[in-house]
């Protein structure tokens, strides 16, 4: 696995929309660990990843041949330099239209999870910068960590992270989403980046 990308390990073409939804997050927030053990490595690793790695866009199975999988696996030395993030992973997350590719739910989810993202990490560099925190001011800056806080502990509940109270994984970890107020969390989310952008002039 190169350096400053996430791995393929637990995202897939099976993957659910949840999954495409808290991808990237889950790339800033160190991974898809099962376990607490887990969990605490991941973290780690976080503060060095640039991205997620390699997703494939329309790479879909090709009906009836027996030799290759994908679009991607019939040029093997594409497919090489490829692993393990794509032909491990998710080879497509569009799919297949009479006139060319179309838009999927498990795409625009991806979509939805990239500006949520981009917004956290607004937040997030203003907190980590001592002279943009302090325009910011204590309440602001608090109430920023705060719901930077919630959305960690909703995301590793989601996925099954050291979910003491449950011990639940999989369906059930989407089902909990679902019903987590993720909505009111997307909300109050924007809310703070905005707030911090003209705390900060920008």
């Not at 994908?70 to 993030?85: D, K």
């Not at 996925?159 to 993720?182: H, K, L, N, P, Y």
């Amino acid at each position: 696995m190169g350096a400053g990308v996430l791995g393929y390990r637990g995202f897939h073409n099976g993957s659910s929309a949840t999954a495409c939804r808290l991808l990237v997050e889950a790339s800033l927030c160190g991974g898809w660990g099962r376990t607490e053990n887990d969990w605490k490595g991941l973290q780690g690793q976080a503060a060095d990843l640039r991205g997620f790695g390699w997703i494939g866009a329309d790479l879909w199975s090709i009906p009836g041949l027996r030799s290759s999988r994908t679009v991607l696996e019939r040029f093997p030395q594409i497919a090489q330099n490829a692993r393990p993030q794509l032909t491990d992973g998710a080879t497509h997350v569009l799919a297949a239209g009479k006139e060319g590719p179309v838009s999927t739910v498990r795409y625009e989810m991806l979509l939805e999870g990239l500006q949520e993202a981009e917004a956290r990490i607004h937040i997030e560099m203003a907190l980590l910068d001592p002279a943009r925190r302090a325009k910011l001011g204590q309440a602001l800056s608090e109430r920023c960590q705060a719901l930077l806080d919630e959305r960690i502990q909703a995301y590793r509940r989601t996925i099954g992270m050291a979910r003491e109270d449950t011990g639940r994984e999989g369906a059930a970890g989407i089902v909990e989403f679902g019903r987590s107020g993720w909505e009111k969390r997307s909300e109050e989310l924007y809310r703070a980046a905005a707030d911090v952008a003209r705390a900060i002039g920008k």
